[in-house]
């Protein structure tokens, strides 16, 4: 499992982009970057996966560099309901893998 | 609503007691997932079924604590002689399995010992 390293806390204002960004610079080349989030008193969430190439769906978008040492998730337009810790996760997926280990995440608050 | 249902929600229970919680998955998912989490922290693996075949158990699962699956379908989680350090919420995952882990997550059993 890549060990990833997240900021504790970041602010937006609601209606801009959220950029979160994460590092992962022990990511082997078949483990995947995962996004989860979790609102306050529910389940995490998942948001998006990639694996070289930048990914954007319906959530948001995710941005890996070349070297794949890092990545951002961008919500590109943050409302109030976006307000949750974020997770980024570096896992390898396929074969007899399964869990997710997840770190502290970053606590997002979009403000008003 | 993810699809994935616990009950209960909320348990209360005096140190030394023993706890069942349930999990629904998502009714054509064939791995179901147990994680334990405590304020402040994120998730934390306790352990997989794929069907009920349970393969994998984290070592933060005492011997106090069991799961099952049987036929595959819905889970149990029970908790022997529950202890002060065993409260925090536990979440049920289930996914479909395949090259992606896309993990669908269930609202969790917020437990407190007392």
């Known amino acids: 499992d890549a060990k990833t390293t997240q900021p504790t806390s970041m602010d937006c204002a609601e209606g801009r982009a959220a950029n979160l960004p994460c590092n992962h610079s022990?990511?082997?080349?078949?483990?995947?970057v995962y996004w989860y989030r979790q609102i306050h008193s529910q389940g995490p969430q998942y948001i998006i996966h990639?694996?070289?190439n930048n990914e954007t769906n319906e959530m948001a978008s995710l941005i890996i560099t070349e070297d794949r040492k890092s990545s951002t998730l961008i919500l590109p337009h943050a409302t109030l309901r976006d307000t949750a810790v974020y997770y980024c996760?570096?896992?390898?997926?396929?074969?007899?893998?399964?869990?997710?280990?997840f770190g502290k995440g970053t606590l997002l608050t979009v403000n008003p | 609503d993810t699809g994935v249902s616990q009950d209960p929600r909320h348990k209360i229970t005096k140190r030394g007691q023993n706890v069942t919680f349930r999990c629904d998955p998502i009714?054509?998912?064939?791995?179901l997932y147990w994680y334990r989490q405590t304020l402040g922290q994120g998730p934390e693996f306790l352990t997989y079924?794929?069907?009920?075949?349970?393969?994998?158990k984290s070592r933060l699962l005492s011997d106090r604590f069991s799961a099952e699956r049987p036929k595959g379908s819905f889970s149990t989680l029970e908790i022997q002689r529950t202890e002060q350090g065993d409260s925090a919420m536990y979440l049920c995952?289930?996914?479909?399995?395949?090259?992606?882990?896309?993990?669908?997550f269930g609202p969790g059993t917020r437990l407190t010992v007392l």
């Open positions: 995952a289930s996914s479909l399995g395949g090259a992606y882990n896309e993990q669908f």
């Open positions: 022990t990511i082997s080349g078949n483990e995947y």
């Open positions: 990639g694996l070289k």
């Open positions: 996760i570096g896992e390898y997926s396929g074969g007899s893998n399964y869990k997710l280990t």
């Open positions: 009714s054509e998912h064939n791995r």
């Open positions: 079924f794929q069907n009920e075949a349970q393969l994998e």
